[in-house]
């Protein structure tokens, strides 16, 4: 079983450049999420999906787009990076469910690089 | 504001006990969750409290106590391989806001032989 995927693993993108990381659950998740890891931040959430079809803002959505056109795939786009977007990102998914919200599994991360 | 306290570093000896806290200010409070990384991979899903009290799965026990607004992490029989960075997490909004979680910053055990 995959659970979750994420692609690229790592990217060095020039600022000012877009690009689309892609997410993709085969656990029939109905909730997933765009956390980003920054040294000694944590984890923040960046937009999440409750349900395919419906979008949401996290902590810092700013610089961040995301649709969630079926259940299973989650991109998250940045329409013009800026060095400051330097991070790694997680992709979760979860069940629907008071219980179940608080249980996310996590994707192996990308790894971007802004210069 | 929003905030997860824990400390940034523990250490311990392999076969110790170790206690990893976590207090937290939130708007709402919907549940205590933690999570482990190594090394930067793909945190996992280790324990999650709605209710005071605790649970306890296997080496991992998690203790909540809401009129506190503080939990802590226990971990038993330490061994080499629980080396890692410990998150606590809190999910701030009701079942129908879902499942928006708010992480503390990690606390990274270092076990020694």
């Known amino acids: 079983t995959a659970g979750i995927t994420q692609a690229p693993t790592s990217q060095i993108l020039a600022a000012g450049r877009s690009m689309t990381l892609r997410c993709t659950q085969d656990?029939?998740?109905?909730?997933m999420y765009w956390y980003r890891q920054d040294l000694g931040l944590g984890l923040r959430l960046i937009h999440y999906s409750n349900t395919a079809g419906t979008t949401g803002k996290g902590e810092v959505p700013d610089g961040y787009s995301v649709s969630r056109a079926n259940t299973d795939d989650f991109p998250l786009t940045l329409a013009s990076a800026v060095p400051s977007q330097t991070s790694v990102y997680f992709c979760a998914s979860s069940g629907k469910g008071t219980d179940s919200y608080n249980e996310q599994f996590f994707g192996p991360g990308t790894r971007l690089t802004v210069l | 504001g929003q905030s997860l306290e824990q400390p940034s570093e523990v250490t311990a000896v392999e076969g110790a006990i170790v206690q990893i806290n976590c207090t937290y200010q939130?708007?709402?409070?919907?549940?205590l969750s933690w999570y482990q990384q190594h090394d930067g991979g793909a945190p996992t899903f280790l324990s999650y409290n709605a209710l005071d009290g605790l649970e306890e799965t296997g080496r991992f026990s998690s203790f909540l106590s809401r009129s506190d607004s503080y939990g802590y992490l226990l971990l038993q029989e330490l061994q080499m391989k629980d080396s890692a960075s410990y998150f606590c997490?809190?999910?701030?909004?009701?079942?129908?806001?879902?499942?928006?979680?708010?992480f503390g910053q990690g606390t990274e055990l270092s076990v020694k032989p």
């Open positions: 997490a809190v999910r701030d909004e009701a079942y129908n806001q879902g499942g928006k979680l708010i």
């Open positions: 939130t708007s709402g409070f919907y549940g």
């Open positions: 656990m029939r998740h109905n909730a």
